[in-house]
């Protein structure tokens, strides 16, 4: 069993849908980040937290530590936010090594 | 800042040769990171250093790979001899402080190894 999982693996919806990805892990951790790579390849990080919730825009975090689950929300979402989404978490045994989840390949169409 | 750079972009080579990647971070951060981003095996830590000291390379696959940060500005992760499984998009990345602090990720190296 990976110790991060994400789902749904695809998601595709269409232009102004609310979308939710989320994101279970099985070990302790000190931080968990969501990270987005585009199409091109880049990638960018989105979020980084630890406890409670992050806002940026469009975009929400949220982070539950007892029940090992973080979700990611896009509020009126755009062709634009057309993305593969990453959960990653540091695990909280004292070094910086980030464990990824599969991704969620998210497709919006206009 | 130009944000974390990487060279070269591309590469292609042939099986058996040696292959050298370069990083140069964000100014400033005490971490970078080398990853390997795989269709199969999806993204994977392959070393990490602070202030230039490798601290966990519990990633790196084999012998063949090796990585080194002669300096807070450069990072080299090579590849000798290369094999075609090797073949996948290697990124680097940066970060300021520990703590798990956001990382900056480079455009990456897309290697092709025939």
């Known amino acids: 069993k990976n110790e991060v999982e994400q789902s749904p693996q695809n998601l595709t919806a269409q232009e102004g849908e609310f979308i939710t990805i989320n994101c279970s892990y099985s070990?302790?951790?000190?931080?968990l980040h969501w990270l987005q790579q585009h199409p091109g390849g880049g990638i960018v990080s989105l979020f980084m937290?630890?406890?409670g919730k992050k806002k940026h825009g469009r975009l929400i975090a949220t982070i539950n530590i007892q029940e090992k689950h973080s979700s990611l929300h896009i509020t009126a979402s755009h062709p634009r936010d057309s993305a593969v989404y990453i959960c990653?978490?540091?695990?909280?045994?004292?070094?910086?090594?980030?464990?990824f989840g599969t991704g969620t390949r998210l497709t919006i169409i206009p | 800042d130009a944000g974390v750079i990487q060279s070269p972009r591309h590469e292609v080579t042939e099986m058996g040769q040696e292959v050298t990647l370069r990083c140069k971070p964000i100014?400033?951060?005490?971490?970078l990171f080398w990853y390997r981003q795989t269709m199969m095996r999806g993204l994977e830590l392959l070393i990490y250093?602070?202030?230039?000291?490798?601290?966990?390379d519990s990633g790196m696959p084999e012998d063949r790979f090796s990585a080194k940060m002669p300096n807070a500005s450069f990072s080299t992760l090579k590849i000798q001899p290369s094999e075609p499984r090797d073949s996948a998009v290697y990124f680097c990345?940066?970060?300021?402080?520990?703590?798990?602090?956001?990382?900056?990720f480079g455009p990456g190296t897309r290697l092709t190894v025939t």
């Open positions: 990345a940066s970060s300021y402080l520990r703590g798990a602090s956001e990382q900056y």
């Open positions: 070990v302790g951790i000190s931080a």
């Open positions: 937290l630890s406890s």
């Open positions: 990653a978490v540091v695990s909280n045994f004292g070094n910086e090594k980030l464990t």
């Open positions: 100014s400033g951060h005490d971490y």
């Open positions: 250093f602070n202030n230039n000291v490798p601290i966990d």
